[in-house]
């Protein structure tokens, strides 16, 4: 890990909207998608969402469609993870990571070669 930086995490109230980003921690690689994990206290870490950057195209965890928004840059494998409508439920430590595998489920960690440290979201009720 700390491949990859990640920022604007914070603590923010139910329904508020929260913006965050991730680039590359100095290093540079060339991968095929990126996305983010997330982990809640006491639990495994889990897919939030993906971009594929030849494509375009966006993945997303059932728990966050029609929520979040994910966006990036390509030439600079900087993503986004744009947060609407935030829940508790969605308070953890939010991960980066990026990807060089040509085909395979790009909602598990192992699709995975670079992350970044993790930034903490916090939504209170």
């Known amino acids: 890990q700390g491949q990859l930086v990640e920022s604007g995490g914070g603590l923010v109230q139910t329904g508020d909207s929260l913006k965050l980003s991730c680039a590359p921690s100095g290093r540079t690689f060339s991968v095929r998608y990126m996305g983010w994990f997330r982990q809640a206290p006491g639990k495994d870490r889990a897919f939030v969402g993906s971009?594929?950057?030849?494509?375009?195209?966006?993945r997303y965890a059932d728990s966050v469609k029609g929520r979040f928004v994910i966006s990036g840059d390509s030439a600079t494998n900087t993503v986004y993870l744009q947060m609407n409508s935030l829940e508790p439920e969605d308070t953890g430590v939010y991960y980066c990571?990026?990807?060089?595998?040509?085909?395979?489920?790009?909602?598990?960690?192992?699709?995975?070669?670079?992350w970044g440290q993790g930034t903490q979201v916090t939504v209170s009720s």
């Open positions: 971009i594929g950057w030849t494509s375009g195209r966006t």
């Open positions: 990571a990026a990807g060089t595998r040509v085909w395979g489920d790009v909602g598990i960690e192992g699709a995975y070669a670079y």
